[in-house]
C-alpha cells in the first residue's frame, strides 16, 4: 500500500479535526495511527474509507487519485473492508447473512456463491456454529470477528481497522488482536486506529501519531516508540505505558 496525503483538511461546524495534514507514508503493508482522543484519528481513517469528504486536499492510495464524488466512491468502497469500533453488524440479521447481504447487493454475488463464501470465512474464523445467531447472541470478541469476516470475505484489497478492540474486555481484545495479526501474517495490506500500544509496536511497519489533527511524526514502528522525537509522543507514550 502506498498512501500520500497532500494538505487535507476537515472541521465540523468552528472544531479543526484535520489540519493541513500532509504526509508520504511511502510503500508499507500495515499502518498504525496512535495519539490521544479527538486527535483526528478516525476521521482520518473514514475520509481514507470514503465515508467522510475532506473540506479540501488530495488523497492518493496506491498513486490514484481519491474522487469525493459519489460514482467513485461507491467503486472505491466496493474494495475496502472496514471494521469499526461498534461492530456495525444488522441487528435483525443472523451472522451468515451479515456477510451475505453486501457479498449479493454490492459484489453481484448469486445468493449461492455468497452463502458458500460466507460459511467459508466463518469457518475461517472458528464461527461456523455461530452462523445462524443474531449479534445480540453472541459475545462481543464474536461479533467483531464476524464484522472481520464480513470485511474479509469481499475480498479487498485494503482492511480498515476503526479501534476494534475499544468496546472488549481483555480477554475478547486478546481473541480479535490474534485475528488481526493472522491477516497480518499472511500479507494484507490495513490500516489500524488503535489505543493497544503493544500490539501496534508489534503488528504494524509503520506508526503515525496524531494530535490536534496533525500527524506529529511518524517512523517504523519500533523506531518510534523506542525513540520518539516529538514532546507530544513523548508524553502520550509516558501517560499511556503508565497504565
Avoid: W
Wanted: aromatic share 6%; glycine share 6%.
Amino acid at each position: 500500500m502506498r498512501l500520500d496525503l497532500r494538505h487535507l483538511n476537515k472541521s465540523y461546524d468552528a472544531n479543526r479535526v484535520i489540519d493541513d495534514m500532509t504526509v508520504d507514508f511511502g510503500e508499507l503493508r500495515s499502518l498504525a495511527l496512535i495519539g490521544p482522543s479527538g486527535g483526528g484519528k478516525s476521521t482520518l481513517l473514514r475520509i481514507i474509507a470514503g465515508l467522510v469528504a475532506p473540506d479540501s486536499g488530495d488523497i492518493a492510495l496506491n498513486g490514484e487519485q481519491l474522487r469525493f464524488n459519489e460514482p467513485a466512491l461507491r467503486a472505491h468502497r466496493r474494495q475496502l473492508g472496514v471494521v469499526f469500533q461498534a461492530y456495525n453488524l444488522f441487528p435483525h440479521l443472523s451472522a451468515l447473512t451479515n456477510i451475505t447481504l453486501p457479498l449479493e447487493k454490492v459484489h453481484g454475488l448469486a445468493p449461492a456463491a455468497a452463502a458458500e463464501l460466507a460459511r467459508e470465512t466463518l469457518r475461517r474464523f472458528a464461527l461456523a456454529d455461530h452462523a445462524h445467531k443474531k449479534p445480540a447472541e453472541l459475545s462481543g470478541g464474536q461479533k467483531q470477528r464476524v464484522a472481520i469476516a464480513r470485511a474479509i470475505a469481499i475480498k479487498p484489497r485494503l482492511l480498515l481497522f476503526d479501534e476494534p478492540t475499544s468496546a472488549l474486555d481483555p480477554e475478547m481484545t486478546a481473541e480479535v488482536l490474534d485475528v488481526i495479526e493472522e491477516l497480518k501474517n499472511e500479507g494484507r495490506d490495513f490500516l489500524l486506529v488503535t489505543h493497544e500500544m503493544g500490539f501496534a509496536r508489534h503488528v504494524a511497519d509503520r506508526v503515525a501519531f496524531l494530535a490536534q489533527g496533525r500527524i506529529i511524526e511518524h517512523a517504523p514502528a519500533e523506531e518510534l516508540f523506542a525513540n520518539p522525537q516529538s514532546q507530544e509522543c513523548r508524553d502520550f507514550l509516558a501517560r499511556i505505558l503508565r497504565h
